[in-house]
């Protein structure tokens, strides 16, 4: 690798970083506080009336542009670059469109829709979702109850939240702060974690959202900041969303931290983005919603996180929020992969920054070639990595066997009792 070749990657990573700055796309999807108190004022009978900034895309689509001309035809480096590309511009598309149908369209590149195909070629997201609802319906049979309600507050969280980053990332550390505004329950950037004011939490809550927001979210925010030469590992851009997401749910999982109700809100919105496709318009996604919770707050939420920048009326969601399922597939198929051909070594490679776990070989190869230093901070469960690495041998070799015969067999069994 010729010295030339590199200072060509770190200059189209620098430019890459620069026109990514502009694609800031869930702070200008979301909705004003005022939206949800006037839908109860008329008694969540009027569909909410929304307004989006208009957004040129202009200066993003010529950065892009500019970048393109200094990627070499013949570089095996090509595919990284363009993909990236391609993303950032269907992102400025995105933005321009906000409201209208054509929304869902660049959505839909970005993020995916329900019923795209999964990495295996016969299923799809709305499939898994739908499975787990069976799965939910043999569960509630058994009436098992959550033992911890869901009635703790934002100030509790922010309490263990900030003792938490205090602890992992010291003088980096983001603020945690209470916000009215976001929709999630919690969003984390590096340099602050904001969560919102109204939501009510469970202890699980407060575990999986230290991490899933803190351990990965920050992290990798911090690590990708802290990379001199490949600044683009520092942009939260649509491209690393499924990666991103992936791994903060696999990280709740990996700890004992995903419970079935955590499962069930991520399965249940795919089940709400393929209502919103098929025509359904916010009262009924929020009436889908408010059969599940004792909270009419909660369900509004949640349908706001399938409508946000989208129609109202239907047929044009957002459709990101596919990604948590999906990415938890990738990821965790990953992460079996590495381990069962010998190559745990890889597994830092994951916290560098922010990236796209389908870019891993061009990521080894900028590794070998001194552009990308070592993960600053790690979570825990990557640090001490001896039940991870148990646990993935133990179901890579699952994957291997032929499990038919043996599950037809105590199917039999079940029935017989």
Request: proline residues 4%; hydrophobic residues 40%; glycine residues 4%.
């Amino acid at each position: 690798m010729s010295q030339k070749e590199k200072e060509q990657i770190i200059k189209i990573s620098d430019q890459l970083y620069e026109a990514s700055k502009s694609i800031r796309i869930l702070r200008n999807i979301n909705w004003h506080s005022e939206v949800r108190e006037t839908f109860f004022r008329n008694k969540a009978q009027k569909l909410p009336q929304v307004t989006y900034p208009n957004i040129d895309p202009a200066e993003t689509l010529e950065a892009v542009a500019k970048t393109r001309k200094l990627i070499p035809h013949s570089s095996r480096f090509k595919n990284w670059a363009t993909d990236i590309a391609d993303k950032l511009e269907n992102s400025a598309h995105l933005l321009s469109h906000m409201g209208t149908p054509s929304f869902y369209q660049y959505s839909a590149k970005l993020y995916g829709s329900p019923k795209d195909l999964l990495p295996d070629g016969e299923s799809t997201s709305l499939d898994l979702a739908n499975f787990f609802e069976v799965m939910y319906e043999n569960i509630d049979k058994l009436d098992i109850q959550s033992s911890s309600p869901s009635d703790l507050p934002a100030t509790m969280v922010q309490a263990r939240m900030k003792e938490e980053v205090d602890k992992m990332f010291g003088k980096d550390a983001p603020q945690v702060i209470i916000d009215k505004e976001v929709s999630s329950k919690a969003i984390a950037g590096r340099q602050r974690i904001r969560i919102r004011e109204s939501a009510l939490f469970t202890d699980m809550d407060i575990d999986q959202l230290i991490h899933h927001e803190a351990f990965i979210h920050v992290a990798t925010s911090i690590n990708g900041h802290s990379q001199s030469q490949m600044k683009i590992l520092a942009a939260s851009h649509p491209g690393t969303t499924k990666t991103q997401e992936g791994l903060a749910v696999f990280a709740e999982f990996i700890t004992g931290h995903l419970d079935l109700d955590r499962l069930r809100r991520l399965s249940d919105r795919i089940i709400a983005i393929q209502m919103a496709v098929d025509g359904a318009d916010f009262i009924e996604v929020y009436r889908f919603y408010n059969q599940k919770t004792d909270h009419k707050e909660a369900a509004f939420e949640s349908a706001r996180r399938v409508f946000r920048g989208g129609v109202i009326t239907g047929g044009a969601p957002f459709t990101k929020d596919i990604v948590y399922l999906d990415g938890l597939l990738n990821v965790h198929n990953f992460l079996r992969t590495v381990v069962s051909e010998g190559r745990a070594d890889l597994l830092p490679l994951l916290f560098v920054g922010k990236l796209d776990i389908e870019d891993m070989a061009e990521l080894v190869q900028f590794k070998k070639m001194g552009l990308i230093s070592e993960p600053k901070y790690l979570p825990p469960w990557i640090k001490d990595i001896r039940f991870l690495l148990t646990y993935l041998s133990y179901s890579s070799f699952l994957n291997s066997v032929k499990l038919k015969n043996m599950k037809e067999h105590y199917r039999k069994m079940i029935y017989e009792l």
